[in-house]
């Protein structure tokens, strides 16, 4: 993990999102997933929109042609936690369908921009993320 991204996650922790908690206007939250090699835990903050009672992340690691590290270790293992503040939760991680793509992607870049850049930069198609609340609830 480069050290930008422990600092950010280590601030966002230690003030409850205070710091840490938005980018360029728009809600940060942490994704912790599971590594599909090491099995150990992995944490990322990533820019997020509230639709109904899922969360809806963008993998477009920045436009580059490689899928970000945390959409991989999803797809081997959906389940998650994620922080919103001071609130942890556990939820079930799924890619959209076209439709809900079609649907959310103008919402996604209304609040962030680049992601249209990042979409023009790269040939593969980047996915929407949709956390959805698991059964299980976390502390």
Do not use: C
Not at 64 to 77: E, G, Q, T, Y
Not at 94 to 118: F, S
């Amino acid at each position: 993990m480069n050290p930008f991204t422990t600092l950010h996650v280590f601030l966002y922790r230690l003030t409850g999102g205070s710091i840490g908690g938005s980018f360029r206007g728009a809600p940060v939250l942490l994704l912790t997933t599971t590594g599909r090699k090491t099995g150990k835990q992995r944490t990322t903050p990533l820019l997020y929109l509230a639709d109904e009672t899922n969360l809806a992340v963008v993998a477009s690691n920045g436009g580059r042609d490689r899928a970000p590290s945390w959409w991989s270790n999803l797809k081997r293992n959906p389940s998650v936690e994620v922080q919103i503040k001071r609130l942890k939760r556990k939820m079930t991680a799924v890619q959209a369908t076209k439709e809900e793509k079609g649907r959310l992607w103008p919402l996604l870049t209304n609040v962030y921009p680049p992601y249209d850049d990042y979409q023009r930069r790269t040939q593969r198609e980047i996915p929407i993320v949709l956390l959805r609340p698991s059964s299980a609830a976390a502390s």
